[in-house]
């Protein structure tokens, strides 16, 4: 029969020569092989110790922004909600009261904002969308949990601490860019 | 006669600790090493580098809950990973592990017993050993328990053969069953330049001793009794807790038991070339030759592990067919040569 693609192999029930028959060469062929293996350099990485260098605009975990006096710059335009592929963003909107400008870079700011870790596909679209560059995505892993509710992140893992802030300046001039 | 008595008593105290100590560590080894050859990094988490994970295993092995299967015959049941224990850990009594030491003026021989008969004492336990799986498999009342068994003492049987006449053509050789006989007779050089051990006067005997003892210790490619991939567990499917932990350490002692057989028969025991005109005081002779012997008996360990993790298992027919058709026959030819050559030296 005429062969398609030639990968095919020709079966052949030879009968096995002496020195085949008695194994011990092909035994040593396989431990050799396999001893050369014992010394190759594993590529394992001994994760949560060691992690893998990632590149600069990974999109791990989300992060809201605040300015450099430390007042958030998300408005609760709702922006990233609507361009949410997997619609994982919710917000409840609410006005700044008097006294509130160190809290909050606007009139209108978010009075509640949750991202659903286990809906979110980190596509990257909210930081695409956002017109305030308050959502980043960063290089943060979620980390696992045992409760489906504890993926539900609110403002309070969310919001970027001033003592802890997070670098974005790379993913800024990316999106400038644009 | 005192300080005899008490230096035999510290051996078999020491010895029965080295004999746990280093089957707990193969466990260790053996998961590292099948890890290596993987390409895996193995235990790593339990102290540096993972060396304490023998130590968690057995206290794991401790917690589990015991059960025993209702269905099992009880006294049975929990007899037979005490036999495996007992008969792998009773084996190491005739094994001679270095030189004679002095001890307060008191020349000591360093083996607990030197029976005459050594080498039948090892051969003997280690046949009694199958008995702890065969009583095993059976009271568990499980049927993938008796095909293990079942398995375990067909292979014993074919394989115990072979070994006894790779045996006998020492045997012959050498004009003593005793191990310590054996031992000495492999000091100086053969054909000028190898040091005069066994298995270069025996390969063919040695290779076929090598694949009998793999057979004998159920290690890969023989380990059709617990092949899990087929029978679940084998024997010991039903076992749980420590008695679990008694299964599975004793084939770890037996494994380090039969390397210390066949370094001792084949490779010379604790002899090395030019050890003994190096060094003179008997006591650093004695500590040097017991670091060549575990030397040679971690070499072998190792090697079953190298071979476990290379080979697929036997199937059950191939087996038999290995063990009666191939090495019986070849063992005998073996055998006869041996003779044969004896008898026309001393013509020559």
Redesign the interface.
């Known amino acids: 029969m005429q062969s398609l693609t030639n990968r095919s192999k020709i079966v052949s029930n030879k009968k096995m020569t002496f020195s085949e028959s008695i194994y011990?060469v092909a035994?040593l062929k396989?431990?050799f092989?396999?001893?050369q293996?014992?010394?190759?350099k594993?590529?394992?990485l001994?994760y949560p110790k060691m992690k893998k260098p990632v590149v600069a605009n990974y999109r791990g975990q989300h992060i809201l922004k605040r300015d450099d006096q430390g007042a958030e710059r998300c408005t609760a335009c709702g922006l990233c909600a609507v361009a949410c592929p997997a619609e994982a963003i919710t917000m409840v909107a609410a006005e700044r009261k008097k006294g509130e400008e160190n809290l909050y870079r606007e009139e209108k700011y978010a009075s509640m904002y949750e991202i659903n870790m286990l809906r979110c596909i980190f596509c990257g679209l909210c930081e695409e969308a956002c017109p305030k560059e308050a959502i980043f995505l960063t290089d943060m892993i979620v980390s696992p949990d045992q409760q489906r509710d504890k993926f539900i992140y609110g403002k309070d893992i969310l919001v970027e601490k001033m003592e802890k802030r997070y670098d974005t300046s790379k993913r800024q001039k990316h999106l400038l860019e644009k | 006669m005192e300080v005899e008595l008490i230096f035999k008593i510290s051996l078999v105290i020491v010895m029965f600790a080295i004999s746990l100590g280093i089957a707990a560590y193969a466990t260790y080894g053996e998961r590292k090493f099948a890890a290596w050859f993987q390409d895996r990094m193995g235990p790593s988490n339990a102290g540096p580098w993972g060396l304490l994970q023998p130590l968690a295993d057995g206290g794991k092995m401790f917690f589990k809950e015991d059960f025993i299967p209702a269905a099992s015959e009880k006294f049975l049941f929990i007899l037979a990973p005490c036999i495996a224990m007992l008969t792998a850990l009773m084996t190491s009594a005739v094994i001679p592990w270095t030189t004679d030491v002095v001890v307060m003026g008191q020349i000591l021989s360093v083996q607990v017993a030197d029976l005459d008969i050594g080498i039948l004492y090892v051969l003997g336990f280690v046949s009694i050993g199958v008995y702890g799986i065969m009583i095993g498999g059976w009271s568990s009342n499980n049927k993938y328990s008796l095909m293990g068994a079942v398995r375990a003492s067909s292979q014993m049987i074919s394989y115990e053969l072979a070994m006894g006449l790779s045996l006998l053509a020492i045997i012959i050789m050498t004009g003593s069953l005793g191990l310590r006989e054996i031992v000495d007779g492999q000091t100086g050089s053969f054909l000028g330049f190898l040091p005069n051990w066994n298995v270069f006067k025996q390969p063919l005997g040695f290779l076929l001793f090598l694949i009998c003892a793999f057979a004998e210790t159920n290690r890969a490619p023989f380990d059709l009794p617990e092949c899990e991939t087929e029978l679940v567990g084998g024997y010991h499917t039903e076992y749980s807790s420590m008695k679990l932990g008694f299964f599975l350490f004793a084939e770890y002692i037996n494994m380090f038991i039969s390397s210390a057989v066949i370094a001792t028969v084949y490779f010379g025991g604790y002899h090395f070339p030019y050890l003994n005109r190096m060094i003179s005081d008997p006591n650093m002779l004695a500590a040097a030759g017991f670091a060549v012997f575990f030397a040679k008996i971690f070499f072998f360990i190792f090697l079953y592990m190298w071979v476990r993790w290379t080979l697929p298992r036997f199937r059950y027919d191939q087996l038999m067919h290995l063990g009666w058709k191939t090495l019986i026959p070849i063992a005998v030819l073996n055998l006869l040569l041996t003779g044969a050559v004896m008898i026309l030296k001393d013509y020559i």
Do not use: A, C, N
């Not at chain 1, 293996?37 to 190759?40: C, G, L, N, Y």
């Open positions: 011990l035994i396989g431990m092989i396999t001893i293996h014992f010394f190759k594993k590529v394992t001994d």
